[in-house]
């Protein structure tokens, strides 16, 4: 337990410090366009998409309880020991962007997408969080798989 608690709470802390570290680039001025990429700075008041803005500073305390259930049922079923690396990065974006909403008020969001048709605007967090429920599920599967055919 001791091993996959300090390799969660590094990779946690790593992508926090990654993350907020770009944001700070674009909270700072820095942006870039082309054709289909505007690197921009953009303030998201909701989640995916910008859904629930409507629910304005209560949607951070909601994260707040929600995130804070996820790392405790993390804990409490045992699956830290299984993907510690992956619930690192999970955590530590899942973090970040929350720490955001106190800050600015909202997730700082910079990559605009809009070759072909526009799509949300997202930041590297998002991406993470992205590749964390990905390669979860897939361990999740592959492991379920390996059981049933003992």
């Known amino acids: 337990m001791t091993r996959s608690l300090v ?3 590094v990779v946690a802390v790593a992508t926090w410090i990654i993350d907020q570290y770009i ?3 674009f909270v700072g001025g820095y942006g870039w366009d082309s054709q289909c990429i505007s690197l921009e700075l953009h303030y998201n008041c909701g989640v995916a998409f910008s859904l629930f803005a409507f629910l304005g500073p209560y949607l951070k ?3 707040v309880v929600l995130i804070g259930g996820i790392i405790g049922y993390v804990f409490y079923a045992g699956h830290l020991q299984k993907y510690p690396v992956l619930l690192g990065v999970l955590i530590g974006a899942a973090i970040s962007n929350l720490y955001d909403r106190f800050v600015h008020g909202g997730v ?3 990559v605009a997408w809009h070759c ?3 799509f949300a605007v997202f930041n590297f967090a ?3 969080i ?3 429920i990905v390669g979860i599920l897939i361990f999740s599967y592959l492991g379920e798989e390996k059981n049933s055919t003992k």
Do not use: H, N
């Open 130 to 132: 992205d590749i964390a």
């Open 108 to 110: 700082v969001d910079y």
């Open 116 to 118: 072909g048709f526009d």
């Open 61 to 63: 305390w909601i994260q």
């Open 23 to 25: 944001k700070m680039l």
């Open 126 to 128: 998002d991406v993470m």
């Open 7 to 9: 390799l969660f709470s």
